[in-house]
């Protein structure tokens, strides 16, 4: 019985790792998760809920319900607002117990795998995974790219407001109590800073196919 094909995929936000672990997923015909997404989600539910950020635990049952992965792919989860929300939520303990069997049982799901990329995927959600990558990039060349992203979708933003978020993003996700984001022992780091999405992809399917 061949073994289940499990690709963790984590890093800082914006650093590319959603476009190239979808590449990943394409390439091995693999269903993918972004994890990242479900936080959105909820962020999104919470700010249109109009709940407070600072006092939603009572609603983490409801705001976490009929969870599809259609609603993971909605437009309006990657906004940088929701983002920032997202971030904030994400270190409520009681959330992310909520969503850990969402994410543990897509991994069975499908059994020739599955690719996942998202905070705590190689340290917690699927620390056994086959392949573990962390990708990563300078702050300024995350906020650029984030920058034309959403300009080219029509977003009034201004570099420096998204280098600021994402500033206070990564101080958010590497320095909170409840599952920091940190880097697998066994991860391989891609640095995505001076990569196109095919160039990253290659580097990481050569590292595969030689493993």
Known sequence: MT???????????????????????????????????????????????????????????????????????LEELFSEKVGAVASVIAKNSKLRGALFDFQKSFLVKDKNGCVLDGRDTTTVICSNANYKFFITADVEIRAQRRFDQLIKKGDKVSYDEILNQLKKRDENDFNRAESPLKMSADAVIIDNGNLSIEEGFQKILQIIVSL
């Open 3 to 73: 073994k289940p094909l499990i690709i963790a995929i984590d890093g800082p936000s914006a650093s590319g790792k959603g476009s190239l672990a979808k590449r990943i997923a394409l390439h091995f015909g693999l269903p993918y998760l972004n994890t990242g997404a479900l936080y959105r989600l909820v962020a999104w539910r919470v700010m249109e809920r109009k709940i407070d950020v600072d006092d939603f635990e009572n609603e983490i049952a409801d705001l976490v319900k009929n969870i599809s992965e259609e609603d993971l792919e």
